[in-house]
């Protein structure tokens, strides 16, 4: 089949299903996108399978007319790898939530992105346990006041991507619920083989409101987000301003693009094959930089069930799978009417 | 326990002037007793003689040399008669070192011969083993027989030629001696030989040195017979046990680990489904792991997963896709994947999960066997979860097991744990291999068309499974999850009627499983008497030996022995209640008593045993006594 060929359209994606979330919450938009994006993939709803763990974010799979499967808490990556291995064909889309993927199925969540798992991994980071009610999570930060931590939170927060990059991720990608270019960050991670990461900024309108504000708000987005686009230069602030990397202290800066010459600015250009790069935009610290959205890194290695399938298949070359020879091996003797024959 | 016949002609088992021997093979960790006892017990039944073993080893895996804590040891039983245990006590001990005297030498039968290297009985090794003079010169052993042996320096003196270094040439000493217990035995060296020469093909000296060592300890036994000298008062002489009778047939020797990983393979061939085994490394389960993954022709994929939780929830994630998903583990493993069989029973994927049990709790004896996970199995979940438990009772019996694990798992659309021990696992026996043409097959039908009336996941057939549809297939796109859902749809409903509903309906399909079972049968003896002794698991061989001596004694006594622990076999509580007593023999504090108690209101007597090593015939045989007076 052709990719990108339309064979559906979005109703095709959705389920009868009512949708259970807070009015308002981040993972309304977040469904809309990708029951939006996936016609464009040119894709099957019955080659398509979303798993997701517990949490709210957790709930999505019961509102996409494909096979789904809600596991428990954190395992959903492991569920996912035991699918695919079972039939690599399957198109799988693991949906988790900050505390899902990175408190309970930190575990899990490293060892996929480690093995390199085909598959997109959609992490709702809305900094909060929502299900649970408003608990601190590994992403909330420091000085988060919740019922558990009414004196606000004391540990520091893990990075999704940092966490990811190191885990040896070959796809990283940053999003925002409501930001209309979430499609194109979906349809990268789609097509790239291998374990995808995504990282969506979600608002949990209950529990912690408006946490992104600062710099997805539409009104300042302009000069709060990184837009990337592989190939473009790093610009912002309508192309006032530019990230260059400062070649004595190896760190990246903001500098000033006079008349549009983001050459003479030292501006650099996004490869999203550049992993040092990557973790520089990754770790840039927001308020001094703008917050970097978009493909982050992308750089395709070979994939666990491809090495799986391939080493199967070899093993089992020439062989034939006689279940009576299969038990008759090693040493063996035989006994009679007689007695043994010795 | 190589053939039916013993078990079919229970009342009358053994020729004629039938024998047996217990040898027990014990040695520093180092000193590969565990290799020796396998290979002894190759040649063994090769012969024909029937056999059971009991590898007994350390958790340590290089403790240090010579200490009390590292003796590893590896008994076996041999006979010209049915054997069911690895024996009470040993005839014969072969003693490596002063620490392997220590630790065994108690469990020799009195006036048993030991085999000790005087040459390990130095200084040092006297002190690390706590001795304060020679046992070997002292005295102290005078109601045995006695046999010193240099075996260190006839070793080093028959790989001389190999131009080995000494430590290398002293690890020959293993096959010095199991080449005087084959002159013993009168047991051909060829299979050994053999075996050396391919377990060594890279490295031709070192198999050289072997079998020299091996050819050197024969001879050895042949010239000390004919020269009769003293060597320690013990005698060297010759003793051949004949074959025992079994079956006509084709025969191997298994064990556990090895039938469990057959049977796997056999069952998922026989539901027509390729196997999906995640694992996580732990004694003594890892073996399956590693028999499984060799086995890929087969369409067997394997996963190590970074965690038993990992491991069972990559096996549901392989079922939902159409495989057959399975995982196995110990205690401790078992225990973090409680949460993973709740999602399989909810979201009703088949699945089979393998307990090789060890000592517990925690850690416990990871090296020891015990019976102590009966009731994590039955009950050890959150929720009302049922699952169907099967226990195996032997290597032999393990193969079956696992088929029939694999057959409830499909066709009731259920995780199954399937409960072996550590004991089962690392025991080998003698095994009529079946012919599996005669291995009845259980294919399974996905649901592949919309039904009529449209998709409904979770309706159900007269078993109450439901439908298993693979992703995949156009149209039958379905979501589940460990959620409770309606009825039929499968759709989120924790509505109070509908969790009433799905509660029971969970409860009566596991129930339903005892509808498709055998009745239990009694395993000697009579339906109805004095004394039923119940058993499950590895109990059987001393249980079995314990009931046939005192049936021959003329006791009214049964051996029942369970195989299907959850749910139990449909007419149990009438046959118990058929005898005026009953005893539950268990490696644990009881737990078998207790189920039993509960299901059928009966005085199930408890006899326990929780020192890490089966029951002796002998203590079975003295709960008898008690319970018949
Ligand atoms: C084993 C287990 N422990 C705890 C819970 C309770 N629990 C459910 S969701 C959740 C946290 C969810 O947070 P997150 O993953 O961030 O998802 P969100 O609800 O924010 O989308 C917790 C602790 C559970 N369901 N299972
Ligand atoms: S609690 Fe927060 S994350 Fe959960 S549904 Fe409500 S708004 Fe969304
Ligand atoms: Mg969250």
């Given amino acids: 089949m052709n990719e990108m060929t339309k064979i559906t359209t979005l109703k095709d994606w959705e389920t009868d299903q009512e949708v259970r979330w807070c009015p308002g919450c981040g993972d309304y938009a977040i469904l809309k996108a990708v029951q939006r994006t996936m016609p464009e993939l040119g894709v099957r709803p019955e080659d398509t399978l979303f798993i997701s763990g517990i949490g709210c974010s957790s709930r999505f799979p019961y509102y996409m007319e494909t096979y789904g499967f809600h596991t428990i808490h954190g395992r959903a990556p492991a569920v996912a790898t035991g699918a695919k291995l079972a039939n690599p064909d399957l198109d799988v889309w693991i949906i988790t939530g900050d505390g899902d993927a990175l408190s309970i199925g930190g575990n899990h969540t490293m060892h996929l992105l480690r093995r390199n798992l085909d598959c997109q991994i959609m992490l709702f980071n809305n900094e909060i346990y929502g299900l649970t009610k408003g608990q601190y999570s590994p992403t909330s930060r420091v000085g988060t006041t919740t019922p558990s931590t009414p004196y606000g939170s004391v540990d520091r927060p893990a990075s999704p991507c940092a966490f990811a990059l190191g885990a040896g991720a070959r796809f990283i990608a940053r999003g925002i619920d409501i930001h209309k270019d979430l499609t194109n960050v979906l349809k990268a991670a789609h097509a790239h083989k291998g374990a995808a990461f995504i990282e969506i900024f979600q608002n949990c309108i209950v529990y912690n409101k408006d946490v992104f504000e600062e710099f997805a708000a539409k009104k300042t987005a302009a000069s709060t987000q990184l837009l990337l686009g592989n190939g473009e230069p790093m610009l912002f602030e309508k192309g006032a301003k530019g990230i260059t990397l400062n070649r004595d202290t190896l760190e990246l800066e903001v500098v000033d693009v006079v008349d549009g010459d983001w050459q003479a600015a030292g501006v650099i250009v996004h490869d999203v094959t550049n992993k040092s790069v990557a973790h520089m935009l990754i770790d840039m610290p927001f308020g001094e930089f703008p917050m970097a959205i978009g493909v982050l890194y992308d750089d395709p290695r070979p994939t666990f069930e491809a090495a799986v399938v391939e080493q199967n298949a070899k093993a089992s070359e020439g062989k034939k799978p006689d279940l009576q020879s299969l038990l008759n091996k090693g040493q063996t003797w035989t006994v009679t009417e007689d007695g043994p024959e010795l | ?629």
């Fill in chain 2, 1 to 629: 326990m190589a053939t039916a016949l013993k078990q079919d002609e229970p009342n009358s088992p053994n020729p004629e002037g039938a024998e047996n021997v217990v040898v027990r093979f014990a040695g520093d960790s180092g000193d590969g007793m565990q290799l020796t006892g396998g290979q002894f017990t190759l040649s063994t039944a090769l012969a024909g003689s029937d056999l059971a073993t009991f590898p007994d080893f350390p958790a340590e895996i290089r403790a240090p040399q010579g200490t009390l804590f590292g003796v590893s040891a590896f008994q076996i039983n041999f006979g010209s008669r049915a054997i069911e245990t690895a024996g009470d006590e040993p005839d014969v001990l072969i003693a490596m070192n002063p620490a392997a005297l220590k630790t065994n030498v108690d469990a020799l039968r009195e006036g048993g011969l030991i085999i000790a290297d005087e040459g390990e009985f130095g200084k040092r090794n006297l002190d690390k083993a706590k001795y304060e003079t020679n046992p070997l010169e002292d005295g102290s052993l005078a109601k045995w027989q006695l046999l010193k042996l240099n075996i260190s320096q006839l070793t080093l003196d028959a790989v001389k030629p190999f131009g080995l270094g000494n430590k290398e040439a002293l690890r020959s000493k293993n096959m010095w001696t199991l080449g005087l217990a084959l002159w013993m035995f009168e047991r051909d060296r060829q299979p050994i030989v053999d075996w050396l020469k391919n377990k060594f093909a890279k490295l031709p000296a070192v198999a050289d040195a072997n079998i020299a060592a091996l050819n050197a300890g024969h001879a050895y036994g042949e010239t000390a017979e004919i020269s009769g000298d003293g060597l320690g008062g013990g005698h060297l002489t010759q003793r051949k046990v004949g074959a025992a009778p079994s079956a006509p047939g084709t025969y191997r020797t298994v064990t556990g680990a090895e039938s469990i990983s057959l049977g796997l393979v056999a069952g998922v061939q026989l539901a027509g489904l390729e196997m999906f085994f995640g694992g996580y490394p732990i004694t003594p389960a890892s073996a399956i792991l590693h028999h499984l993954s060799r086995l890929k022709e087969f369409g067997v994929t394997t996963f190590q997963a970074e965690d038993e939780i990992a491991a069972i929830a990559a096996a549901i994630g392989a079922s939902y896709a159409g495989k057959l998903g399975i995982t196995s583990s110990s205690g401790p493993g078992i225990a973090l994947k409680g949460e993973a069989m709740g999602l399989a029973i909810m979201t009703e994927l088949p699945l089979v999960i393998i307990n090789s049990q060890r000592g517990g709790p925690s850690t416990g004896l990871p090296t020891k066997t015990e019976q102590s996970d009966l009731y994590q199995a039955v009950y050890g979940r959150n929720g009302d979860a049922p699952m169907p438990v099967i226990a195996a009772r032997s290597p032999s019996d393990a193969f079956f097991c696992a088929i029939e694990a694999v057959r409830i798992a499909v066709q009731y659309m259920t995780p199954v744990m399937l409960l072996t021990d550590g004991y089962i696992a690392n025991a080998a026996e003698p095994w009529q291999i079946p012919d599996v043409s005669t291995l009845e097959p259980f294919p399974v039908s996905f649901l592949k068309d919309m039904p009529e009336g449209g998709l409904k996941p979770y309706s159900r057939d007269a078993k109450l499974a439901r439908p298993w549809i693979k992703p995949g297939t156009p149209e039958l796109m379905h979501r589940i999850g460990g959620i409770e859902k309606a009825i039929d749809t499968g759709h989120i409903d924790y509505a109070p009627a509908t969790h009433q509903q799905m509660t029971e309906i969970r409860r009566d399909k596991v129930l339903g499983v005892a509808e498709s079972i055998a009745d239990q049968d009694v395993a000697l003896g009579e339906k109805g008497g004095k004394l039923a002794v119940v058993g499950w698991g590895s109990t059987f061989g001393p249980i079995h030996q314990a009931v046939r001596r005192a049936v021959a004694d003329g006791k009214d006594v049964a051996h029942i022995h369970i195989r299907n622990i959850w749910p139990l076999p449909k007419n149990l509580g009438d046959l118990l209640k058929s005898y005026d007593n009953i005893i539950v023999p268990e490696m644990n504090t009881g737990q078998l008593k207790t189920l039993l108690r509960d299901q059928f209101l009966v005085d199930a007597k408890p006899v326990n045993k929780t020192s890490g090593q089966p029951f002796t015939i002998a203590e079975i045989d003295a709960a008898i006594e008690e319970n018949l007076s």
